[in-house]
């Protein structure tokens, strides 16, 4: 039942007005749902490879997200698992440094809809300032930085990241704490996660 309420979201996400524009270009909706999932990842968007293959996190931030996790490939995307929902989930283009933001009220839009449907949820990490603005709200603290500092407080349920991109190895070396502190409870979270 679930599933085929999923299958029907996702036929809407991609009929929707809001996104004949990308439906024109022939992209898909890049997330994975799926009523067993554990584990949800919420990120930014979709990047521009990660648009074109159709897999999320189909790139060096991938790869260095699932490294953080301390889980491979097949484990990652498994969807029965791991549901990865972006902010967006289409590539929103290319800003003068990085990507352009997700577009406002899209999660608002979906999020909910497709959450309602994933009911073995236990462990959402939420990753990078867009996202812990939607999901943390005014739980939040004055800065990124702090707020992944402060993932503690905010377990068993939330696990706030900085995005795993690349241009974030300046942050994780002024950082230090980062690696040895909250990489060894997010891995071990996410193993006690998919162990039940």
């Known amino acids: ?26 992209w898909e909706p890049i997330y994975t749902a799926h009523p067993g999932a554990r584990i949800n990842i919420i990120g930014q968007a979709p990047g521009r490879l990660a648009q074109e293959s159709g897999i999320p996190w189909d790139d060096p931030s991938g790869r260095n997200l699932r490294f953080w996790m301390g889980i491979d490939n097949k484990t990652f995307y ?12 289409y590539f ?3 800003a003068t440094h990085g990507d352009l933001p997700p577009r406002k009220g899209f999660a608002d ?5 497709i959450l309602a449907q994933m009911p073995k949820i236990a462990l959402t990490i939420v990753i ?11 739980r939040r603290k004055n800065n990124l930085t ?3 500092q402060s993932y503690e407080d905010y377990l068993p349920n939330l696990f706030p990241l900085v ?8 942050w994780q070396k002024k950082n230090p704490w980062f690696a040895k502190q909250v990489l060894p409870d997010l891995r071990e979270q996410v193993k006690t996660v998919l162990a039940k």
């Open 78 to 89: 498994d969807p029965t698992k791991i549901s990865l929902m972006p902010m967006d989930f």
């Open 146 to 148: 702090k707020t992944v």
């Open 109 to 113: 839009m979906w999020h909910a809809m």
């Open 1 to 26: 039942m679930c599933i085929r309420k999923l299958e029907t979201i996702r036929r809407k996400i991609i009929c929707h007005p809001d996104n004949e524009w990308a439906k024109n270009k022939g």
């Open 92 to 94: 929103p283009g290319n």
């Open 128 to 138: 990078g300032a867009y996202a812990q603005a939607h999901i943390l709200g005014s």
């Open 163 to 170: 995005h795993p991109s690349p241009r974030n190895n300046i």
